[in-house]
């Protein structure tokens, strides 16, 4: 199936590891051009370099903290010297949290929403414009089940995902008149490196048996009764990236092997 992406650029935050990644490789082997950003310069430029030697596409990696004005400056302004803006943006980076409401401080609060938040807002703001000159493109953000469903132990990562799913609808009416199309994807259990490092952890005093962990886990949450691999989920990016899903609008998708307990 020819999803009409060749030539394409797009913006991969997050993009050097995991689900970002796994994303970036789905695109550069549908011909898209791609920029991964992540805070360590060594890892991010590696993958870039892999990726483009992998799919014959052009690759380019960039050292930032998107969690801060000056790492999305950077990134953006990168972006414009290297391809003259992007067609795509995947607002990618995150990370879970632990903590209770009671307990957890302002500069918690404020990292986080920082991270899974403005990032979003100000990366948007900057490439939307060129989306616009290049006569339009997608956002697509990577939320959470738990924007919808939280887990208990993570409120401050409930809380912004749920935010980011917002501005995500929000975005998407102001957007669209430009033919920038924008949807969020809400996944379920993926199993990145961040969940087979927690795995090991919490399994170290106990045996070591990190894989028997994880499959309770599994078992407990998802009918499914596993987890998805980050490749899985980035085929779904893939798609809502294409011609294929040009209909697709404000819209929020769960991809949680049944995950999800409501309707």
Known sequence: MDLGLKGKVAVITGGSVGIGLAIAEGLAAEGVDVVIAARGVERVRKEAGRIAKAFGVRAEGVACDVATREGTEDLLADVERLFGGADILINNAGTGSNETVLAAPDEKWQAYWDLHVMAAVRLARGLAPTMKRRGGGVILHNASICAAQPLWYEPIYNVTKAALMMFSKTLSTELIGDNIRVDCVNPGLILTP??????????????????????????????????????????????????RASYSVGSTYYVDGGMLKSV
């Open 194 to 243: 961040d969940w087979i490092k927690t795995a090991k952890q919490l399994t170290a005093n106990k045996g070591g048996d990190w894989q028997a962990y994880l499959d309770r886990v599994a078992r407990e949450h998802a009918p499914i009764k596993r987890f998805a691999t980050p490749q899985e989920l980035a085929n779904f990016f893939v798609f809502l990236c294409s011609e």
